[in-house]
Every structure is written in structure tokens, then in C-alpha cells.
């Protein structure tokens, strides 16, 4: 019998060894091979047709999704790289030509064949993506609760202290990637920034900066009905009740014209600090 719940739990992918522990016989995956339940994707491995197109991809290759690419299947920030990247065991020989990064540092064993774990995908991100984008990686992360603070540090020891540094740079409050590079750009530039903070009225707002300014960062995917676009017009006239200075953004208008957002956030900030 082939296990449905071993290979969901699996990614849609397994080894031969692993169906027949979970009870698969030799007859049965040759029947599910031919009826397409399975597809034999080389000597020893199996796939779902339900198995994830970069999965399969990364297996043929004989590699395991890593760094941003694993990222974005755990449900993290994965920023603007859109290339593949891969891990390869130490001195493995890579699959069949695929266009993507290599990473070669031993990693953790795991019963997934396709992505590498939750702790070495942050390991990969941290040595390989740039500063910004990893420090994004660990926010969402945090936000997911998937770790915690006090567990990056640990998961990222024994790395390079360029590596090690940027535990210290993670924070909880970022609901989404592009939160977490407004806190971090406004941060540099010697802001206060508060997340998650709580109105009377109006509920939780993405960030408060220097204890003056509210500021709502729009994702098209959460804002993009009716509803949510009434409830988000009503907090805005609360906030105008309560005399407070505001600003929304989209999270487009973050990635693709951060000047003009900075500029509109100091053109609010000004006021508050003149006599």
C-alpha cells in the first residue's frame, strides 16, 4: 500500500526505501508507477504528480532546494533573487545541467530529499543573500513562529562572524519581508521605529516612527478586496480623528521607488520636530 500521508509529509517525493518501510511493496510501486500514482524519477526515487515543479527540479539535479529558494517554500521573506539555488553533498557530483547557485557546505540529515531543514535554510541565506534580504529571512521567520530571537544566535554559530553578526539585527514585528526592510532602511538612518503598535480605535498599525508617525505598508494579496479596503479607509479616518500624522504605502511602491517613500516619510516626520 503506498502511504498518502508519508508522501505529503515527504513533499510528494520519496525513496524507494522510504515507501517500502512504510509498508509499499515492490509489486504495488510498480503498479503505481503504471497507473501514475508515482512517477520513477531515477533508480531509487519517486515522485508525486502533486510534488512541487522546483522539488522535482531540485532532486533531478541531484541537489536540495536552499538558501532563498528553500526560504520561499518554508513561507519566508525570499526577496528579488529569483535564481535556483541548490546543495550539493561535500563532494557530490551535480545532476543533469541546471541553471543555479551551488552551495556545497555539509548540511543537516532530513528525511525531505528536496529542501534542505528550516536551520540550514537560515544558515544558507545568512552566508549567501545579502544583508538586507537575510536579515528579512529572519524577521519573517520570527513572525512565522517558526524560531525565536534567542534561537538564531544558536542556529547560526560556528559560522563566519560576518555570519554570526546578523542574529543580533533580527527583530519580531515584521509581518511581511517588506516590513522588515522599512525597519531596517528607517533604523540606519537613526529613526525609532516601533511595530505592531496598538491604537485605540484602529487596532494594530504597522509601525509608529519616532514615537509620531503611523505607518501602514500595504501587500496587494492582503488589501486587495472590497473589505479589506473599507477597513483600511475606516483606520485611517480614526487615526485623522485623532490628529495623528499618517502615511500608507504599497509594498510595490517599497521595492520599486523606496526615494519616493523615504522622501514622503521625512516631508511628515519635518513638522513634528519644528518649535
Known sequence: ???????????????????????????????????????RLRKGIYVAPSAPPLAVAAVTARGRLSCVSAARTYGLWSGTDTRLHLQHPPNARAGPAVAAVRHWLPTEHDEQLWRVTFADCLRSVARCADRETAIAVFDTAISAGLTTPLAIPRILERQPARVTSLAALARPGSESGVESLVRQRLHALGHLVEQQVHVAGVGRVDMRVDGVLFLEIDGFAFHSDRQSFERDRARDAVLARQGSARLRVSAAQVMEDWPTVLASIRSLLRPAALP
Open 1 to 39: 500500500m503506498i502511504d498518502e500521508h508519508l508522501l505529503q509529509r515527504l513533499g510528494g517525493i520519496a525513496t524507494t526505501h522510504q515507501l517500502r518501510a512504510a509498508g509499499a511493496s515492490s509489486p504495488e510501486l510498480t503498479a503505481a508507477v503504471a497507473d501514475g500514482r508515482l512517477h
